[in-house]
């Protein structure tokens, strides 16, 4: 697999339910992001890894909660999630440069499409 | 507070016609600038990356430019194709962090 992928592709889920949102990157990249796509709102970035570990939390509710095991994996588990989280969620990987610092091209998957009932 | 603005919002062009993308951005101290496609429910796919450096750049039928100054960025479609329809969104990265700003794209339609 090439790429930067991510599963499932969709998912539909209760407002009590707790599911997980897998990304797999096979660039050998070193950061990895979380993205939320809603209608006719610009991308949100929701969190940052650099070399597994955290560095952007941005004001994400709780209810959204990342781990990053390795620089090739990354995780979205949800738990008691709201309707209007419903939204298309994007994983991206990139190379940085030594130390954090600067950003290459940014590559993203396919998405996964969240609806909450 | 880095924001940008993507005008229009959508477009409709005839086949083979040449076309101009515009985005703009407040802050002019940025990183790069990157250039995406969206096809309707999928991910995004990078198709330019300009360095705050450079003026330039090109892909094929693609050409982005960047005049930072001004704090706008235009990407050029040559010659377009009904399978250049699609969402395309710039993104902005300030100096220091890492974190991109997106607009909110303009959707473009090419018809046969």
């Known amino acids: 697999e090439t790429g930067v992928t991510q599963t499932p592709r969709h998912l539909v889920m209760g407002m009590t339910n707790k599911k997980s949102l897998k990304c797999e990157q096979h660039l050998g990249h070193n950061a990895m992001y979380w993205y939320k796509q809603s209608a006719k709102k610009p991308l949100e970035l929701m969190f940052v890894?650099?070399?597994?570990?955290?560095?952007e939390n941005n004001s994400v509710p709780s209810r959204f909660s990342p781990e990053c095991p390795n620089s090739s994996h990354l995780f979205l588990h949800l738990h008691t999630l709201q309707p209007e989280d419903s939204a298309l969620y994007l994983c991206?990987?990139?190379?940085?440069?030594?130390?954090?610092?600067?950003?290459?091209?940014?590559?993203f998957g396919e998405g996964s499409r969240l609806t909450v009932l | 507070k880095q924001e940008v603005t993507q005008i229009p919002a959508a477009l409709s062009v005839p086949e083979g016609e040449n076309l101009v993308l515009n985005c703009s951005f407040t802050?002019?101290?940025?990183?790069?600038l990157q250039w995406f496609r969206q096809d309707p429910g999928k991910g995004l796919t990078s198709l330019l990356l300009?360095?705050?450096?450079?003026r330039e750049q090109t892909s094929g039928r693609l050409n982005a430019s960047l005049d930072k100054s001004s704090g706008r960025s235009t990407l050029y479609i040559a010659a377009s194709q009904p399978g250049d329809s699609a969402t395309y969104l710039c993104a902005v990265k300030g100096t220091g962090f890492q974190k991109l700003v997106f607009g909110t794209g303009t959707r473009l339609l090419v018809s046969p």
């Open positions: 802050d002019s101290a940025i990183y790069n």
């Open positions: 991206a990987s990139s190379q940085l440069a030594s130390g954090g610092t600067g950003a290459g091209e940014l590559f």
């Open positions: 890894y650099n070399f597994k570990e955290q560095t």
């Open positions: 300009i360095q705050s450096s450079q």
